[in-house]
């Protein structure tokens, strides 16, 4: 406060003695102090009119902050902040008033200066007056919001009902109960154990099982009311027992490279023939006997390179040997239609010609066949014979 009014008082003996000085300088005919032009007092103008603007533009912004009359209050709890402003631009008028003279019929240059210089100081001292109440504004605003937001803290909030369910079913210990109150006084390799209470949720839980093996106890064994586990097992397994069979008969056009068997079909024979001379004769032939040059084996003797039989076969077609060229063949033919295939080409066992490829792999012997009886006595054919004779 002391600042701003000395501040003030110095303005306006400043801007006396500036006035006096003109005045004796422009009555005696000496050089004045600052010599000046109008390019010296366009800049001062220039200055005048921009502070002007800032002015203004710092007292819109007051008004916007002095809104609030819970600012307004704590700013006028702070009377010193309150009384500066006022006296301050009060002390600004008798300096406006003492800078002010009845105009001449011309100003000269020097007089115009001195009223500019009057102004641009006096324009200053507002802005440093809003700058001041912006500041002690913003004090106010920071005050408020910290009271504000301690009343918030020192406000208890009342547990809201998940807190409540939570703190029974876990019981937790109140931060009132400290760890020291838990300890118990013994240790096991530096590690203390406290002593807290089981939560009433594993409780609960426990004991509803011993209430259900009670419940359990007496309708399954006593009274009978309801299957025993036993009793419960043997009806679930007639029940798998027919869900599988349900779902065999569902799927019996399923075929795999487990399950296949020949079909002795024509329909289904002939199809595979067709697709045998569309896609298999190119590397077997047509007659599937291959030849010298030909890539793939012969496939009407009973050797086989990666076995023999209706399944692997039918593996062999399904999954192809893509490291002697072979390619799989199961993602463009049907499990049926390799089915067929390899039934046919079992079907071709003994049928080559002389021009066959020779024999490649090994002689398959098919295990499901019957195996010759050794200890039967041969049979002498030509007895056979002159006996029929």
């Not at 012969?298 to 076995?307: I, M």
């Amino acid at each position: 406060m002391g600042r701003a009014i000395a501040l003030a008082a110095a303005t306006i003996i400043g801007t006396a003695a500036i006035a006096q000085g003109a005045d004796a300088a422009a009555a005696t005919g000496t050089p004045p102090m600052i010599d000046t032009n109008s390019t010296v007092n366009y800049v001062m103008l220039g200055l005048a009119v921009v502070q002007v603007i800032i002015v203004i533009a710092l007292s819109s912004l007051l008004g916007t902050m002095m809104g609030s009359s819970g600012w307004m209050r704590k700013l006028t709890e702070r009377r010193g902040a309150a009384v500066l402003i006022p006296a301050l631009m009060l002390l600004s008028l008798p300096a406006s008033a003492q800078a002010y003279q009845a105009p001449k019929a011309a100003m000269t240059n020097q007089e115009l200066f001195y009223f500019l210089l009057v102004v641009n100081i006096m324009l200053f001292i507002i802005i440093l007056v809003q700058v001041n109440l912006i500041r002690g504004t913003m004090t106010a605003i920071t005050g408020v919001f910290e009271e504000e937001k301690a009343k918030a803290a020192a406000k208890v909030k009342a547990p809201s009902l998940m807190q409540r369910m939570m703190g029974m079913l876990t019981r937790r210990p109140s931060r009132e109960v400290e760890e020291r109150d838990l300890l118990l006084h013994h240790e096991y390799d530096g590690i203390r154990e406290l002593d807290n209470v089981l939560p009433p949720w594993w409780l609960w839980l426990f004991y509803g099982t011993i209430a259900w093996g009670v419940i359990y106890l007496i309708n399954a064994h006593v009274t009978r009311t309801m299957p025993n586990q036993h009793d419960e097992y043997v009806a679930e397994m007639e029940q798998a027992k027919s869900d599988i069979a349900a779902y065999m008969a569902k799927s019996a056009g399923a075929v795999d490279e487990n399950n296949v068997t020949i079909t002795d079909d024509a329909t289904a024979l002939a199809g595979a023939k067709a697709t045998f001379v569309q896609y298999c004769a190119a590397c077997h032939g047509p007659d599937a006997a291959g030849a010298e040059t030909s890539v793939g084996p012969n496939l009407t003797d009973a050797y086989w390179l990666h076995g023999g039989g209706v399944k692997n076969v039918f593996r062999t077609i399904k999954y192809g040997v893509p490291e002697k060229g072979m390619i799989s063949w199961k993602s463009q033919f049907k499990p049926q239609e390799i089915q067929a295939l390899a039934s046919y080409i079992l079907s071709l066992q003994g049928t080559g010609p002389s021009t066959q490829k020779p024999p490649q792999g090994d002689l398959w012997k098919d295990e499901a066949a019957p195996a010759a009886d050794s200890t039967a006595v041969p049979v002498d054919t030509a007895s056979v014979k002159v006996a029929s004779l």
